[in-house]
């Protein structure tokens, strides 16, 4: 899918029907034939098309000489939600790459996505105040300041379900629990990788040597950089903060264990002492005071194997193996 967005001079951005200078060119999943367009009629280099479109790359900034082209490649973030059930919660969070080319030399500037994102559907349905296509340098700032307050709001929500699930799994330590705070710490893995990168690619912006800057821009410059910052402190905090959840819950599901183990041992043990004793009159030789009433009958055995048990499981509950 193809799409070409233009500000007019009322400052309202809409779609136009074919691409003019000034324009922003948004680009989803492209079929083989619109990647030929990119790159016959737009002169996108194929290289940087085929980077855009690899699910794999990591976030950088580039630029060629010869064609006189800017390529930004940055990871905002997604949410995975079991198929066909986008209503429920996610299973977990993961990034995306979106790449951005400047075209100065058509005074253009093109996003490519392979899947439909939240970034550039705010950008184009007009949920950000202030874009301009015709000022490339801030269009793009505002897609990285997009993306980072993205990164927020979906930490605040890996947040939010990692105390709820933290809560049922004090009731209740059950697979899906454990599961869910797996799949939220991957998701913090996953957001500290690519936010380090994109801070990376952010600060090379920065110095202005591949991409021009402006000065009316360095207060959204700034705001973005806070943006990247924070972000990336909340996800080393939250990231610290379910590791060490996680490693108190396997210690307290070893220590359930244990105790479990420890009790099914000492019943074991209590159990074993009538059979030690019935197998010893069950024998085929003589036995003391056979003749003493009482004695050389079958309650005299149930008595002891009754008195040996009782203290066994006494002792047992002094040491505190028997609750």
Not at 98 to 103: A, E, K, P, Y
């Given at each position: 899918m193809i799409e070409y967005y233009k500000t007019g001079v009322d400052g309202k951005t809409a779609l136009v029907e074919?691409?003019?200078p000034g324009c922003w060119i948004n680009v989803v999943d492209p079929t083989s034939d619109e990647r030929a367009f990119l790159e016959n009629d737009l002169g996108v280099l194929p290289e940087f098309v085929r980077s855009a479109l690899d699910e794999e790359e990591t976030s950088r900034i580039d630029f060629d000489d010869d064609v006189n082209q800017t390529f930004v490649i940055v990871d905002y973030p997604t949410a995975k939600f079991t198929p066909g059930a986008r209503d429920t919660l996610p299973l977990q969070y993961d990034t995306m790459p979106?790449?951005?080319?400047?075209?100065p030399d058509?005074?253009?500037f093109v996003t490519i996505s392979l899947h439909e994102n939240l970034v550039t559907e705010d950008m184009a349905k007009g949920r950000i105040k202030g874009i301009?296509?015709?000022y490339r340098t801030r269009f793009l700032l505002q897609l990285l300041l997009r993306i980072s307050q993205l990164y927020l709001i979906y930490l605040r929500r890996i947040d939010r379900l990692s105390s709820n699930?933290?809560?049922r799994l004090h009731a209740s330590v059950r697979n899906e629990e454990l599961i869910q705070m797996l799949n939220l710490e991957k998701s913090?893995?996953?957001f500290s990788t690519s936010l380090k990168s994109d801070e990376v690619t952010l600060n090379k912006i920065m110095h202005g040597r591949l991409i021009p800057l402006y000065e009316e821009d360095q207060d959204l410059l700034e705001d973005v950089l806070v943006e990247i910052h924070q972000a990336i402190e909340m996800c080393n905090i939250y990231s610290n903060t379910l590791s060490g959840t996680m490693d108190a819950f396997a210690s307290v599901i070893?220590?359930?264990l244990n105790i479990v183990m420890k009790v099914l041992s000492v019943i074991t043990i209590v159990m074993a002492i009538p059979n030690i004793i019935f197998g010893f009159y069950g024998m085929n030789v003589p036995l003391p005071f056979e003749g003493v009433p009482f004695v050389g009958t079958w309650m005299f055995p149930v008595l002891i194997a009754a008195v040996c048990c009782i203290l066994a499981a006494y002792i047992f509950k002094?040491?505190?193996m028997w609750h």
């Open positions: 074919a691409p003019e979106l790449s951005m080319v400047f075209l058509k005074n253009q301009d296509t015709r699930t933290e809560a913090l893995v996953y070893s220590n359930n002094r040491l505190g």
